[in-house]
């Protein structure tokens, strides 16, 4: 029972005013990405000491629990519990986790809980393995199976392996979503900043076809001259 007591300590953590903050950054109002969602109002911080308390002892099956919570706090923990298993995992047990968090997505269904914890499960996982479901998870309808493919190749980018991010990023240029647009170009920026040549020929291709937004996150870190020639050509 120790989802039970998961929940119980997050509860205790509750802020009423913090969760109307939250409710309001992460777009839960109707027609919203995140509409419906509902928070306690803890800080992630907060959220990683219970994780770190229990991940050890809470089995995956346990997780399912949280992962199927309408709070988006517990789901969060639930997902930080598996990015602190994975680790320690075997490769047996690493595959079970990376199977879960996939047959799960539905429920990791804002920016934050993809971010803080696709590219530790995901894309350590695909890191070493066939990458087949990358470009499935591209193709998807569901936002968050889109957000969850292009996050993934932060993994490979820390690698120096940006052929992946490249293909994703050209796959979903047109997707009409503004947290992808924003994605793709995080992950463009972060490839700029191990290989300068490999971002430029990207733009060179493909900056006449990025929305703004995707561009503007693309040359953040280049310098004044390039940022207005790609902006204002």
């Known amino acids: 029972m120790k989802v039970k007591t998961i929940k119980q300590e997050l509860g205790k953590l509750a802020n009423q005013t913090q969760a109307k903050i939250l409710q309001r950054f992460f777009k839960t ?9 509902k928070f306690l109002g803890i800080k992630v911080p907060q959220q990683r000491a219970i994780a770190k308390k229990y991940y050890q002892t809470v089995a995956l099956s346990e997780i399912t629990d949280l992962i199927k919570s309408p709070y988006h706090e517990h789901r969060l923990t639930g997902l930080i519990i598996l990015v602190m298993k994975f680790p320690q995992a075997t490769e047996i047990g690493q595959k079970q986790i990376f199977d879960f968090y996939l047959k799960n997505t539905k429920r990791i269904n804002n920016w934050d809980l ?4 696709t590219p530790n499960i995901v894309g350590t996982w695909l890191l070493t393995h066939e990458r087949k479901i990358l470009y499935q998870l591209a193709k998807s309808k569901l936002l968050w199976d889109r957000r969850i493919a292009i996050l993934t190749t932060f993994t490979f980018i820390r690698a120096k392996q940006f052929n992946d991010a490249i293909k994703i990023s050209e796959m979903l240029l047109t997707d009409k979503h503004d947290l992808i647009h924003k994605a793709i170009g995080w992950m463009l920026r972060e490839i700029g900043k191990r290989d300068k040549k490999e971002l430029i020929k990207f733009l060179e291709k493909n ?8 561009l503007r996150y693309a040359i953040e870190k280049l310098p004044k001259k390039q940022r207005k020639y790609y902006l204002n050509k």
């Open 29 to 37: 109002g109707p027609g919203q990405y995140g509409a419906g969602d």
């Open 114 to 117: 993809v971010d803080l914890t």
């Open 207 to 214: 900056y006449a076809k990025m929305p703004r937004t995707m």
